[in-house]
């Protein structure tokens, strides 16, 4: 039976379940009225009065009960069993009430129609073959006590047939209309998937999105919004009051929208954002849309495009350059090893040397960041493989060169790609070393390892107690081929925050009094999904 039945939804079921009983017990009530008070004296006299008020109490007290046990039922089982009682009963009052004078067949065709709302296909189409039998057979019997026209046949054939034209009409309909509510639940759902999907994608995004009503009232702001302009919550706030200088941007753009805003600075966080300005014309309220986009993540994506093309250029021109290189420090050094050079020769042919290893050591950083190899991480437990390093890097230090390891209590795993660790602790000692030497005869470079206490990351700090990072100096300090050294390149820290982003590492720089501090926050050493 379940197969045989296609149920609606739940609470559609339920209200066709309830306009079903109440049509039920408003049958059975009507019926006992006119039963009670002989208001139809015809149908009375055309009757067996005694049999039609019997089954009419039946009719309403049985409906009472199946309404109250019946309340809320899903089950085929017992939604079959009722309309089964349901048309055999009024069948039963049919043939009470004298066949087709007594217009209870009209009630029967109601019935059997809203039983096919819940009782589909071949179940529903059974209901109605049960009530045209009920129909048709009861004019038959009624035919052999009381004297019955032709007439009387054609109706009671014309009622039968109406109860299978009921269901189908119904059926069709209600097929309809589940088509269409699927449809439109279809629709609601991707709906819902899109509003959901727009807005993890407008939450992801790294430009900050603002969108303001024509009150210049802040009604939408993403996280990226937020962490520009430095606070936990924007909606509600009024664009004028509390952002003055971008509602001054904003008031020249709508002055004249050809002309680009200018950039303006946030004193909470000391960013620089460059406002653009979209106005949703189709909206009712006169939306605007804001963009904000921190303008040094922009400088930062020109100097990686730059870098990239001087990459290319340096790796197809360094066998032109490093040849005649070559052959200058080559000649400088035979030239220096002349016995026929005074002193100030000398000089100058060790500042031909000196210069042409510089040029050679930028050389190799940009043919480095050029031929990158692929990160390759592994999970390394940093505790013994930092263990390794330094009792290797100790053996290769000068005796002017000293380095001090402190490792705290905690688990140290993590995704690293050894290799490239390597490469990024050598170029931070090598610049804490040159540091900690311009003011100390010993250079003194201390490592620590430990926990973060917030992020609970392992992190690792390269400490020296050199003179420090002037303070106009430390926003610069990562940008390629910026060095306070006459010896640098300024491409060593460059390289080693690209490092440690390609292994979801951050490489941050530490102010701290008596010398600098470069730190090192790695990723959870479990592996990414």
């Known amino acids: 039976m379940t197969a045989e039945t296609t149920r609606p939804s739940h609470k559609q079921a339920q209200r066709l379940l309830r306009l079903y009983h109440l049509y039920r017990l408003s049958v059975g009530i009507t019926l006992v009225l006119l039963i009670s008070s002989n208001m139809d004296s015809q149908l009375l006299s055309l009757a067996n009065g005694e049999l039609l008020r019997i089954g009419s109490w039946l009719y309403l007290v049985l409906n009472i009960l199946l309404v109250v046990f019946l309340e809320n039922t899903r089950r085929p089982n017992q939604l079959l069993t009722l309309a089964l009682v349901d048309v055999l009963l009024l069948c039963a009052l049919f043939y009470a009430g004298g066949g087709v004078a007594s217009a209870i067949g009209n009630l029967l065709i109601v019935s059997v129609a809203i039983s096919n709302t819940l009782l589909r296909r071949r179940i529903g189409l059974l209901i109605a073959a049960i009530g045209a039998l009920g129909i048709v057979g009861s004019g038959f019997l009624l035919s052999f006590s009381h004297p019955t026209s032709p007439n009387d046949y054609l109706q009671a054939g014309t009622l039968g047939a109406l109860c299978f034209a009921a269901a189908l009409l119904v059926q069709g309909l209600i097929r309809r209309l589940e088509v269409s509510e699927n449809l439109a639940e279809q629709r609601a759902s991707e709906v819902v998937s899109l509003e959901a999907l727009n807005s993890l994608i407008l939450q992801r995004m790294r430009t ?255 400490r020296d107690n050199g003179p420090g990072v002037p303070a106009q100096a430390q926003a610069h300090l990562f940008e390629p081929f910026f060095t306070t050294s006459t010896q640098g390149t300024g491409l060593g820290l460059y390289l080693s925050r690209e490092l440690c982003e390609s292994n979801q590492a951050r490489l941050d720089f530490k102010p701290r009094q008596g010398g600098g501090c470069f730190r090192i926050t790695f990723a959870h050493g479990r592996k990414q999904s």
């Open 208 to 462: 900050g999105i603002l969108v303001i009503d024509d009150a210049q009232r802040i009604q939408l702001a993403n996280h990226s919004a937020l962490k520009l302009l430095g606070h936990d919550t924007l909606e509600g706030r009024l664009l004028d009051r509390d952002f003055a200088v971008l509602f001054e941007r904003l008031q020249l753009w709508l002055n004249n929208p050809t002309l680009r805003p200018q950039s303006l600075k946030i004193d909470s966080n000391g960013l620089e954002l460059q406002p653009s300005f979209i106005a949703l014309d189709r909206s009712p309220q006169q939306q605007t849309l804001i963009f904000l986009e921190d303008l040094a993540q922009i400088a930062q994506q020109a100097q990686q495009l730059k870098l990239v093309a001087l990459g290319r250029l340096t790796a197809s021109i360094s066998h032109e350059i490093r040849n005649p290189l070559g052959a200058i420090s080559h000649a400088a050094q035979l030239l220096q090893e002349s016995e026929e050079l005074n002193r100030t020769d000398r000089r100058l042919t060790q500042i031909i040397q000196d210069h042409s290893q510089r040029m050679n050591r930028v050389i190799e950083n940009v043919l480095q960041l050029s031929r990158r190899q692929q990160t390759v991480p592994q999970r390394l437990d940093l505790k013994p493989w930092l263990e390794q390093f330094v009792a290797e890097t100790r053996e290769a230090a000068t005796e002017s060169q000293q380095l001090h390891l402190s490792i705290g209590p905690g688990d140290f795993r993590t995704l690293m790609d050894p290799n490239q660790l390597t490469q990024i602790l050598d170029n931070l000692l090598r610049n804490a070393w040159r540091h900690s030497a311009q003011i100390h005869a010993q250079a003194q470079v201390w490592l620590e390892l430990f926990l973060d206490p917030h992020s609970q990351l392992p992190t690792l700090e390269v």
